[in-house]
């Protein structure tokens, strides 16, 4: 089970800290999607089981920055916010890759809405 929090109202050029707990003693590799008003799900950024690695869509490359708090807890901070970053965003669980079909398991989404 992955339960997403963090989202809310922010201005543009603002930061936010999104947070993900990952239920379970399996160790899984985690990863941000998003999803805006009329869009489809977009890979945002991604996280290797051992936090090795990292993956950033290029969208937020340079402005995001995504780590392992634990074991389970995976954190996404965004800085210099953008009107086009609104959207609900998801963790998923299970693949690592860009490709939503890959995750096994999905959180409920938390909203991130950015006023300019």
């Known amino acids: 089970q992955l339960q997403a929090s963090g989202g809310g109202l922010v201005q543009a050029g603002g930061s936010l800290r999104l947070s993900c707990v990952v239920t379970?003693?399996?160790?899984?590799?985690v990863s941000w999607f998003r999803q805006g008003p009329g869009k489809g799900r977009e890979f945002v950024a991604g996280?290797?089981?051992?936090?090795?690695?990292t993956l950033y869509d290029d969208s937020v490359e340079g402005r995001s920055t995504i780590s392992r708090h634990n074991d389970n807890t995976v954190l996404l901070r965004m800085t210099n916010l953008k009107t086009e970053d609104t959207a609900i965003y998801y963790c998923?669980?299970?693949?690592?890759?860009?490709?939503?079909?890959?995750?096994?398991?999905w959180g409920q989404g938390t909203q991130v809405t950015v006023s300019s």
């Open positions: 998923a669980a299970g693949g690592y890759s860009p490709l939503a079909v890959d995750y096994q398991y």
């Open positions: 379970g003693r399996t160790i899984y590799p």
């Open positions: 996280i290797s089981e051992t936090g090795a690695t």
